[in-house]
C-alpha cells in the first residue's frame, strides 16, 4: 500500500508546475521515520531538487468494523530552501506562506479529487482521503530547509486480513 501511495505522489510532483524538474534533481522522497529524516535528507543533500515534496512516516492503523478500513496515517510536507544567514524570519515565512503551501495544498486538492472520482483506488478498492487536516511549520532542517507539513489519513476500504488459498499447501 505503500508503494502505491508513493507512486501517486511521484506522478503528481512530476505534474504540478512548482515541482516538476528538468534538471534530474529528486522533486519527492519519502522520510521513513523520524529518527532518520535528517541523516537520510542530508545524504541526499546534492540530489534534492527545492521545492521538494516530502512523505513522512508512513504508518497503518486497521479497524475491523462493519466494515474493514486499512488508514495510512502521513505527513506531508513541502520544503523550500531558505539561506538563514541572510534571510529574516518573515522572508522564511514568505517562502513558506507563498511557495511550500499553495504547493503542498495542491497536492492534497488532487489526491482528494481523484478520491472522489473513484480515479484513485488500491487494488480497486476506494480511497478517502481525509477531510481534517492538520498543518503546520517545519524547520530548520539540515540548517537551510523550511517548509509546511499537513498530516493526513488515507482510508482503503479493504481487509488485509483474509486467507489468500494460493499461498497455503
Given at each position: 500500500m505503500i508503494t502505491f501511495l508513493e507512486n501517486t505522489l511521484q506522478a503528481y510532483a512530476n505534474q504540478l508546475i512548482g515541482l516538476k524538474r528538468a534538471d534530474g534533481k529528486r522533486n519527492f522522497f519519502v522520510v521513513p521515520d523520524p529518527e532518520n529524516a535528517e541523516t537520510a535528507l542530508g545524504a541526499l543533500r546534492n540530489e534534492l531538487g527545492w521545492p521538494i515534496l516530502l512523505l513522512e512516516f508512513p504508518d497503518n492503523d486497521i479497524d475491523e468494523g462493519s466494515v474493514t478500513t486499512?488508514?495510512?496515517?502521513?505527513?506531508?510536507?513541502?520544503?523550500k530552501y531558505v539561506d538563514t544567514k541572510t534571510k529574516g524570519i518573515d522572508e522564511i515565512r514568505s517562502h513558506i506562506y507563498e511557495t511550500c503551501v499553495p504547493l503542498l495544498e495542491q497536492i492534497i486538492a488532487r489526491l482528494k479529487k481523484d478520491a472522489w472520482s473513484k480515479t484513485l483506488k488500491y487494488n480497486c478498492a476506494p480511497v478517502q482521503i481525509s477531510t481534517r487536516l492538520?498543518?503546520?511549520?517545519?524547520?530548520?532542517?539540515?540548517n537551510y530547509a523550511w517548509g509546511y507539513r499537513y498530516s493526513v489519513e488515507i482510508k482503503i476500504y479493504r481487509d488485509p486480513f483474509r486467507v489468500n488459498a494460493s499461498m497455503w499447501s
Amino acid at each position: 500500500m505503500i508503494t502505491f501511495l508513493e507512486n501517486t505522489l511521484q506522478a503528481y510532483a512530476n505534474q504540478l508546475i512548482g515541482l516538476k524538474r528538468a534538471d534530474g534533481k529528486r522533486n519527492f522522497f519519502v522520510v521513513p521515520d523520524p529518527e532518520n529524516a535528517e541523516t537520510a535528507l542530508g545524504a541526499l543533500r546534492n540530489e534534492l531538487g527545492w521545492p521538494i515534496l516530502l512523505l513522512e512516516f508512513p504508518d497503518n492503523d486497521i479497524d475491523e468494523g462493519s466494515v474493514t478500513t486499512d488508514t495510512l496515517q502521513v505527513g506531508l510536507s513541502v520544503m523550500k530552501y531558505v539561506d538563514t544567514k541572510t534571510k529574516g524570519i518573515d522572508e522564511i515565512r514568505s517562502h513558506i506562506y507563498e511557495t511550500c503551501v499553495p504547493l503542498l495544498e495542491q497536492i492534497i486538492a488532487r489526491l482528494k479529487k481523484d478520491a472522489w472520482s473513484k480515479t484513485l483506488k488500491y487494488n480497486c478498492a476506494p480511497v478517502q482521503i481525509s477531510t481534517r487536516l492538520q498543518g503546520q511549520w517545519i524547520g530548520p532542517v539540515l540548517n537551510y530547509a523550511w517548509g509546511y507539513r499537513y498530516s493526513v489519513e488515507i482510508k482503503i476500504y479493504r481487509d488485509p486480513f483474509r486467507v489468500n488459498a494460493s499461498m497455503w499447501s
